[in-house]
């Protein structure tokens, strides 16, 4: 092979020499993958897309600390394409402001004893809205004094020297999402509503304060149910409270099952190890409750229901935080599915019997979902024995007119 046939080749098959593999800055990395971070980039008019995800970053860095029992009160403003968040937790500790914002893999959360059940564990949420934004500003008050930085596409601008301040501890963090990475984008109140809402019914006690409108909740997860109820329920919701856990369970007679699941505040839109272990814990201990051989399908069939509980270190299928893969609830070796069905066996049990007339209203839905499906099942039955009875006429009939077409032919 000649010297020109081997450059030919080289062209069409690429070069892959030591000059080929590239190191990218942090910020560069994130701003070319922005998907492996945030989840679909989009233009603010579907609820995930990116400049949600992005508030929803900073504003569990601040659920956090309203978590660990520091601040009772989150400030969110947005106007236009520029978004504040303001809370009153404890303020990042001031000599690593510019390193929690621009540095992967830095952050408290990797010491449980900081943030014990935090949301965010990988060192990467802020830094990503840090990349992600044309402008990015954070300042953190602490102990009467404050510290602040100032980037732009994660390259650091400013940063300021260590100031008194009058300011209550906690922290601030502004940024806008960057029009070259997004596009053209607009923040709606319809999907910002339901996020702010959902953190306050996961910690009561909590106001967040949106463009100056309050939201609170003073019943967490029932609040929740009754907040997106579509249909009237059969029974009072059942409210259940717990260490590391909440449930709330009704029954309505929509079709099939609704539920909400949370898991360290965040909604796991996607469900995963959590709310698979509820489903098959709620519905065995009612079957149990009422010691009848009640299919799964029909004890579940209308429920709508939320659960939350807290995890140490979770694991999470993606970055987004919607699915999550947690076998354990914590070093202690206690698995999902047990300690839900463990909470679930007492009090739901407990509250079953000390309830008749919510017991009474649950098995009367059960027993109606069961004539239901048999019915629907005798039906759909009969419907195939027809049309097996109308497909055997059809065949015989072909078979019939051929026998006839033949003997023809042969006269």
């Not at 732009?152 to 922290?171: A, P, R, V, Y």
């Not at 106001?207 to 009237?232: C, H, P, Q, R």
């Not at 051989?293 to 709508?304: A, K, T, W």
């Amino acid at each position: 092979m000649n010297e020109i046939e081997n450059k030919i080749i080289e062209t069409q098959q690429g070069t892959y020499q030591e000059e080929n593999i590239v190191t990218l800055d942090w910020q560069e990395h994130i701003r070319r993958r922005p998907g492996m971070y945030i989840g679909k980039l989009g233009d603010g008019s579907s609820f995930d897309d990116g400049i949600y995800v992005l508030l929803k970053e900073v504003l569990d860095n601040s659920i956090d600390e309203h978590m660990m029992g520091y601040g009772k009160t989150i400030e969110v403003k947005i106007e236009g394409e520029k978004v504040l968040v303001r809370d009153y937790g404890r303020g990042v500790p001031l000599g690593k402001v510019k390193d929690v914002a621009s540095k992967m893999n830095t952050g408290a959360k990797y010491d449980s004893k900081a943030f014990k059940k935090s949301v965010g564990l990988n060192g990467v949420g802020i830094k990503a809205v840090n990349a992600l934004s044309s402008d990015f500003f954070i300042e953190s008050y602490r102990e009467k004094k404050a510290k602040n930085v100032t980037f732009q596409q994660g390259q650091t601008i400013s940063e300021s020297d260590l100031d008194t301040s009058s300011q209550e501890n906690g922290t601030l963090v502004q940024f806008v999402p960057d029009k070259s990475i997004f596009g053209e984008y607009q923040y709606k109140e319809e999907h910002i509503e339901p996020l702010l809402k959902n953190y306050v019914f996961l910690n009561t006690g909590l106001v967040i304060s949106f463009n100056d409108k309050k939201y609170f909740s003073k019943n967490g997860l029932e609040d929740l149910l009754n907040e997106n109820l579509t249909d009237e329920v059969l029974y009072p919701i059942i409210h259940l409270h717990g260490a590391d856990i909440e449930v709330a369970i009704t029954h309505t007679n929509q079709y099939g099952e609704e539920y909400y699941s949370f898991v360290n505040g965040q909604h796991t839109t996607q469900g995963g190890t959590h709310l698979t272990a509820f489903r098959e814990a709620a519905a065995r201990v009612i079957r149990e409750f009422y010691n009848k051989n009640f299919e799964f399908s029909d004890i579940r069939s209308g429920m709508v229901a939320a659960i939350s509980i807290k995890v140490e270190e979770p694991v999470f299928e993606s970055q987004t935080k919607t699915k999550l893969g947690s076998k354990e609830i914590g070093p202690n070796g206690v698995t999902v599915n047990k300690f839900i069905g463990d909470f679930l066996k007492k009090e739901l049990d407990n509250f079953l019997h000390k309830n008749p007339q919510t017991a009474e209203a649950l098995q009367k839905k059960i027993l109606d979902s069961e004539k239901e499906r048999k019915a629907i099942a005798g039906v759909t039955k009969l419907a195939r024995e027809r049309a097996k009875k109308q497909i055997c006429i059809t065949r015989n009939s072909v078979t019939a007119g051929f026998i006839t077409m033949t003997t023809k032919g042969t006269i």
